[in-house]
Nanobody
Framework: QVQLVESGGGLVQPGGSLRLSCAAS????????IGWFRQAPGKEREGVSC????????YYADSVKGRFTISTDNAKNTVYLQMNSLKPEDTAVYYC???????????????????WGQGTQVTVSS
């Protein structure tokens, strides 16, 4: 049974950092794409970052490029999202999602992700 559990959210001041974790169980990450998405109140879900573990290729939304870094620890079967220089507009519930994706240099569309975590709240405020 595929399960994803996010953690690491919290309250942080503008300019601060957080590291989100997405712990996977029931499968190994080797040929899966893992995406991070976020949804703020009253706004549509937004794709933030994705990693295709078949070749390690990564994607970042323009709004987070240069500030966020996605990575995989295969030994821990966990994907991380390191978030630096956080801004109030980064405030949202962050979700990770997984989809079997044995293709390099590409990522699933958001509707193709079949497994989702429960989300973790990130609040950036002074």
């Amino acid at each position: 049974q595929v399960q994803l559990v996010e953690s690491g959210g919290g309250l942080v001041q503008p300019g601060g950092s957080l590291r989100l974790s997405c712990a996977a169980s029931g499968f190994t990450l080797d040929y899966y794409a893992i995406g991070w998405f976020r949804q703020a109140p009253g706004k549509e879900r937004e794709g933030v970052s994705c990693i295709s573990n078949s070749d390690g290729s990564t994607y970042y939304a323009d709004s987070v490029k240069g500030r966020f870094t996605i990575s995989t620890d295969n030994a821990k079967n966990t994907v991380y999202l390191q978030m630096n220089s956080l801004k109030p507009e980064d405030t949202a519930v962050y979700y990770c999602a997984a989809e079997y994706w044995p293709y390099g240099n590409s990522w699933p569309e958001v509707d193709d992700f079949g497994s989702w975590g429960q989300g973790t709240q990130v609040t950036v405020s002074s």
